[in-house]
């Protein structure tokens, strides 16, 4: 389940449809997930709730958890099975939601949604078939009481879309159920040189963090990871098992309740602009050897600058030098630690060579004996070394993806 920087979206559902349109018609091919019934059972889906499946659909199986450990579903409910699929968790549904209730399957991929509308055209009343986009739901606001989905989501190319669409067309206080992929660790290259890669590996998976952050963003409450597992292990292809290895990739399977109502404008901005996400966002993308060396300059002559403009305006402020000292000292030795900790990634040692000399250029400068060119060499110094961390974390991704 893969993603593609730099893509177009008509690109990127073009991918995702061509693969899945070989999942519908051709499932005994080889793929790099797993799929079928085997895939299944692997997943967590007990052994009762797919035996009355048919055999021709538990073929195209492609999910990446169990959503039903949500437990949204309720009879007589609308349900929409977001990314159909085949339909196997649609044919589940209808069980679910019983001859009272109503499943609406909807699927990107034609060739899906065709096998789906075979399957029940002449005995499943409770379903209807959609093809349709996440992003653009063709469905009334508040007219569904819960929403499944699994493994949809990392192939939607605007996910907080999608998130806003589910949110929209849910009841308030509906549920929501899913499982997919997610990363720990996001993919940063550009991969627009290679377009497979949206529908073979793990790039345009989430950080889990920030999914669920996207989550409480839409409005959604009572937001519970309820499983995560090592979906890529049951890969058969070994570059996609050691490119999910390396991004951290692992499927989740998400329980979440609508809220009463959509968050305002000012409590989306407050919510998304919170400091800490933003630096976990800088750190997830390697960027907190830059962060960190700028915080160092800001606390060495931002400091400088603010007293001296104050001064200019008539206002003394006090500065002491051994604390002036030492902050400077701590937030160098922190650019330094974070530059270092990009080894750990790309395994080059001259970013940590450089950040070396240019924190024992800068402690000199500030312990031993100042002098303004020693300073600004230390500062100079860890700015080589934190851009070419970042360099070298983007060619040791690029080569992981097999750019």
């Not at 073929?59 to 699929?85: E, N």
């Not at 349709?132 to 929403?147: G, K, N, R, Y």
């Not at 951290?248 to 409590?267: C, N, T």
């Not at 002491?320 to 080059?348: C, E, V, Y």
Request: with cysteine; proline share 5%.
């Amino acid at each position: 389940m893969v993603a593609i920087l730099g893509y177009s979206k008509e690109q990127i559902r073009e991918a995702v449809q061509e693969m899945y349109t070989s999942v519908a018609r051709a499932p005994e091919s080889p793929f790099h997930f797993p799929v079928g019934a085997g895939a299944c059972l692997k997943l967590g889906y007990p052994g009762d709730q797919i035996k009355e499946l048919p055999e021709d659909t538990l073929a195209s199986f492609a999910g990446v958890g169990w959503p039903f450990r949500g437990q949204a579903l309720r009879p007589g409910h609308t349900t929409l099975d977001l990314g159909a699929g085949a339909g196997n968790d649609t044919l589940i549904a209808s069980r679910i939601v019983g001859a009272n209730g109503h499943v609406i399957a909807l699927d990107l991929t034609a060739a899906m949604t065709q096998k789906l509308q075979r399957l029940i055209a002449s005995n499943r009343g409770n379903i209807s078939v959609i093809q349709a986009s996440a992003e653009s739901l063709p469905i009334a606001s508040e007219t569904v009481d819960s929403i499944t989905s699994n493994g949809a989501i990392n192939l939607v190319p605007s996910k907080r879309l999608a998130i806003g669409e589910m949110f929209r067309v849910l009841r308030p206080g509906g549920r929501l159920q899913l499982a997919d992929v997610v990363i720990r660790r996001p993919v940063s290259v550009d991969c627009e040189s290679d377009p497979r890669l949206w529908v073979e590996c793990v790039v345009g998976a989430t950080v889990e963090e920030d999914l669920l952050d996207m989550l409480g963003d839409a409005g959604f409450i009572d937001i519970r990871v309820l499983k995560r597992q090592d979906y890529f292990a049951l890969s058969p292809s070994p570059q996609t098992r050691e490119i999910a290895g390396s991004f951290g990739a692992h499927s989740v399977e998400i329980s979440a309740r609508r809220g009463p109502r959509s968050p305002g404008k000012l409590q989306t901005l407050l919510r998304r602009s919170n400091p800490i996400r933003w630096i976990r966002h800088l750190h997830r993308h390697g960027f907190s050897g830059v962060a960190s060396l700028g915080l160092a300059l800001i606390s060495c002559y931002g400091v400088l600058a603010i007293t001296g403009l104050l001064a200019l305006a008539g206002v003394r402020m006090t500065l002491s030098p051994d604390l002036w000292t030492l902050a400077i000292a701590i937030t160098t030795l922190l650019a330094g630690g974070m530059i270092a900790a990009g080894f750990l990634q790309h395994r080059n040692p001259s970013p940590l060579l450089l950040a070396a000399a240019g924190v024992a250029a800068v402690q000199y400068a500030l312990f031993i004996e100042y002098h303004v060119l020693s300073e600004i060499l230390g500062f100079a110094l860890l700015g080589a070394g934190a851009v070419l961390d970042v360099i070298r974390r983007r060619k040791s991704e690029a080569r992981t993806l097999g750019l």
